[in-house]
């Protein structure tokens, strides 16, 4: 299998999208924010590539509107708003950033390696945004366009630059024995801020075992949808199941009455007094139209109903002690499936995090309907 980090992190997003984009090839307009990064990321290899004089502040930022599409913007102010965010951007950067400072080994740099035992590999492809040498040895930078920012552990046990080293080690392998002099970034350009880290051989063991895992369960075919925040973005809504009802054309002649079924369901969920023989009723009503149709979210005039399957955990307290203990973790778990579990899992080394996940056992399910109001 052929397979870039971005289509890997779509799926771990949502494997349905995986499908409709990958396997599918079905093309959907650029959103506003790809549009807005890809005129970023043009402007910062215009900011960076190596001439005899470098490029002005005034030169990068008449290069930025030159590259610039309004068209993507449902209005002007949002239009204006978004050109205003790109210009500071660019001005910040050369607040804190000396083009002439740095010495670029490579920018885009296209990259594609095999990783697994020979007669089953597969080939990672993508695009470095830009390698430097240092006085160290070298820093691998990815640009980043996004609001918000993580913390220091998550770059830390960023999969992304893990596969840009991985990526760079391909092409210059010697440098595996100089990882310690080796610098991975993600500089987040809106925030002005460069957030930096280093890999171990172990790390990068687990960033490809976490490929290859990936891969294996691509290959069963099974790409069921994941509805997350991202959904609000994605292109693919009149395609995915979990949007059916929103797209719907043909409607039943039992429209009307389930519409109103919905409409009423919303209105009596949100109410401070809610008849609950009534709410019943109409959950069954809907939950049976669901069934009817094959959906699992519909769509009303003032809000939409998904149904969910709820399972509540709980882990097997010696597993989890075993884990956690050797890390020094154990004694800040006030409790089993507590606040405190949770706060330290994102800071776990992948190989514990699938450990823990292990240990963790379905306590009961239940079916629900959950509202989400206009």
């Known amino acids: 299998m052929r397979i870039s980090y971005s289509s890997l992190d779509t799926y771990l997003i949502c494997p349905l999208k995986y499908k409709f984009q990958v396997i599918d090839r079905i093309k959907t307009p650029k959103s506003k924010e790809a549009v807005f990064g890809s005129v970023i990321h043009d402007t910062m290899k215009f900011i960076q590539t190596p001439s005899i004089l470098s490029p002005t502040l005034d030169q990068a930022m008449e290069h930025f509107a030159n590259a610039w599409n309004p068209a ?73 366009t996004t609001k918000k920012m993580p913390t220091q552990d998550k770059v830390d046990n960023d999969l992304q630059l893990s596969v840009y080293l ?13 990882l310690d002099k080796i610098t991975v970034s993600l ?82 969920r949100s109410a401070v007094t809610i008849t609950k023989d009534r709410l019943k009723q109409l959950q069954e009503a809907i939950m049976q139209y669901m069934d009817q149709e094959g959906v699992e979210r519909v769509f009303g005039k003032k809000g939409v109903i998904a149904r969910s399957l709820r399972k509540t955990y709980k882990y097997d307290e010696k597993k989890l002690r075993e884990i956690l ?18 706060n330290i899992l994102d800071s776990l080394p992948f190989a514990q995090k699938k450990e823990v996940e292990k240990a963790k056992v379905v306590n009961k399910e239940s079916k629900a309907l959950i509202v989400k109001k206009k």
């Open 166 to 178: 991985r990526a760079f080690l391909s092409r210059y392998p010697k440098e595996i024995n100089n």
């Open 325 to 342: 203990e050797p890390l020094d973790k154990w004694e800040e778990v006030l409790k089993v499936d507590g606040v405190a579990l949770k």
């Open 187 to 268: 500089y987040f350009l809106k925030h002005g801020v460069k957030l930096s880290a280093k890999r171990t051989k172990e790390q990068l063991d687990k960033s490809e075992q976490l490929f290859l895992d990936t891969i294996k369960i691509i290959e069963t075919g099974k790409f069921e949808p994941s509805i997350s925040p991202l959904c609000d973005w994605c292109g693919y809504q009149n395609l995915c199941p979990m949007w059916k009802h929103k797209f719907k054309e043909l409607r039943h002649i039992d429209t009307e009455e389930i519409n109103q079924a919905i409409q009423e369901f919303v209105e009596l």
């Open 72 to 144: 993507v913007f449902e209005n002007p102010d949002e239009e204006r708003g978004a050109f205003s965010q790109g210009i500071k951007i660019i001005q910040e950067y050369y607040k804190k950033n000396n083009p002439t400072d740095f010495n670029i080994v490579d920018l885009e740099s296209r990259f594609q390696f095999e990783i697994g035992p020979e007669g089953d590999s597969h080939t990672i492809s993508g695009i470095i945004d830009r390698i430097d040498k240092t006085e160290e040895g070298y820093e691998i930078i990815d640009y980043k």
